[in-house]
T-cell receptor, first 113, second 116 residues
Framework: DVKVTQSSRYLVKRTGEKVFLECVQDMDHENMFWYRQDPGLGLRLIYFSYDVKMKEKGDIPEGYSVSREKKERFSLILESASTNQTSMYLC????????????FGPGTRLTVT | AQSVAQPEDQVNVAEGNPLTVKCTYSVSGNPYLFWYVQYPNRGLQFLLKYITGDNLVKGSYGFEAEFNKSQTSFHLKKPSALVSDSALYFCAVRDIASGSARQLTFGSGTQLTVLP
């Protein structure tokens, strides 16, 4: 089975802090994704990566950056956390090709105070 | 641009009754369509997908979905609901003609509650 793990289930940070969210997948997938999930808004794509050191902006990249130094690991970085970044963050991965489903991690609930 | 709409925020159904969770989509080309489920405090799990072929797609846990091209819909169905089906359901679409073919666009989600 595909396994996608995220470094923390719950995280509390202060406004202005730099925050790192880590995601690791164990199935050698090329594609990895970061979403945020907010009630009534569904999932919105922040960034995705289709190869090591490659990244593309999603729908809401402002205030975020990403890093993919190794194929299995995709990191989401909040350079200076703000209260409006309080959310559930979901990481996902998928094999190459358009018709494969994405496999999701358990999520990190981030609270910025 | 691709988009998907889930017109109902909440669906309640009695245990044993059939359930339907609605989804409509908009794409410029042909769609790939997906349903995911999120149980409380857990990540999203894949339920089923439509790529091509039969319009009725069967998936996990007894769920099925019907692709209707003329109505641009992909409603999720189950003949007999279980209390354990209570969860948040997301529809997603990928436009195979889009330049963003790697991306899925998700709906806003429908909370299904099955009443005992």
């Amino acid at each position: 089975d595909v396994k996608v793990t995220q470094s923390s289930r719950y995280l509390v940070k202060r406004t202005g802090e730099k925050v790192f969210l880590e995601c690791v997948q164990d199935m050698d997938h090329e594609n990895m994704f970061w979403y945020r999930q907010d009630p009534g808004l569904g999932l919105r794509l922040i960034y995705f990566s289709y190869d090591v050191k490659m990244k593309e902006k999603g729908d809401i990249p402002e205030g975020y950056s990403v890093s993919r130094e190794k194929k299995e690991r995709f990191s989401l970085i909040l350079e200076s956390a703000s209260t409006n970044q309080t959310s559930m963050y979901l990481c996902a991965s998928s094999p190459p090709g358009q018709f494969y489903e994405q496999y999701f991690g358990p999520g990190t609930r981030l609270t910025v105070t | 641009a691709q988009s998907v709409a889930q017109p109902e925020d909440q669906v309640n159904v009695a245990e044993g009754n059939p359930l339907t969770v609605k989804c409509t989509y908009s794409v410029s080309g042909n769609p790939y369509l997906f349903w995911y489920v999120q149980y409380p405090n857990r990540g999203l799990q894949f339920l089923l997908k439509y790529i091509t072929g039969d319009n009725l797609v069967k998936g996990s846990y007894g769920f099925e979905a019907e692709f209707n091209k003329s109505q641009t819909s992909f409603h999720l169905k189950k003949p007999s609901a279980l209390v354990s089906d209570s969860a948040l359901y997301f529809c997603a679409v990928r436009d195979i003609a889009s330049g963003s073919a790697r991306q899925l666009t998700f709906g806003s989600g429908t909370q299904l509650t099955v009443l005992p």
